[in-house]
């Protein structure tokens, strides 16, 4: 697949959790409205009230498409880094959980 057929220009995994909820918050403020985007993680629930947040943030902004990863190892994360171009991964403690990601 070529870069440019990607879903997205990027996905923040682990979303909902403090640290990856910043990065998106950012993501919100100041990227281009347009930004192909994605949170991705395992709680589907918790994706709502995330999105909820970045909608007052930014209103004008494409939202991002949400993705739950059912578990964290190679073949739940495939799909989501083939269509991805930059993996931002927001998932710790990293040490435990690092590395399926690299």
Same mark, same amino acid.
């Given at each position: 697949?070529?870069?440019?057929? =990607? ?5 923040? /995994? &682990? ?10 918050? +950012?993501?919100?403020?100041?990227? #281009? ?8 993680? =395992? ?10 947040? /970045? =909608?007052? %943030?930014? #209103?004008?902004? /494409? ?12 073949? &739940?994360?495939?799909? /989501? ?9 927001? %998932?710790? #403690?990293? +040490?435990?959980?690092?590395? #399926?990601?690299?």
């Amino acid at each position: 697949m070529t870069e440019s057929a =990607r879903a997205y220009e990027m996905a923040i /995994l &682990g979303a909902t959790g403090w640290t990856a909820t910043i990065c998106a918050e +950012h993501i919100a403020e100041t990227f #281009p409205i347009n930004t192909r985007w994605c949170t991705a993680g =395992r709680s589907a629930a918790k994706f709502e009230a995330l999105r909820q947040d /970045l =909608r007052a %943030i930014n #209103p004008d902004r /494409l939202e991002p498409d949400t993705y739950v990863i059912p578990q964290l190892d190679g073949e &739940g994360l495939d799909p /989501l880094v083939k269509n991805t171009k930059v993996l931002i991964n927001g %998932i710790g #403690p990293y +040490h435990r959980h690092g590395a #399926p990601v690299v």
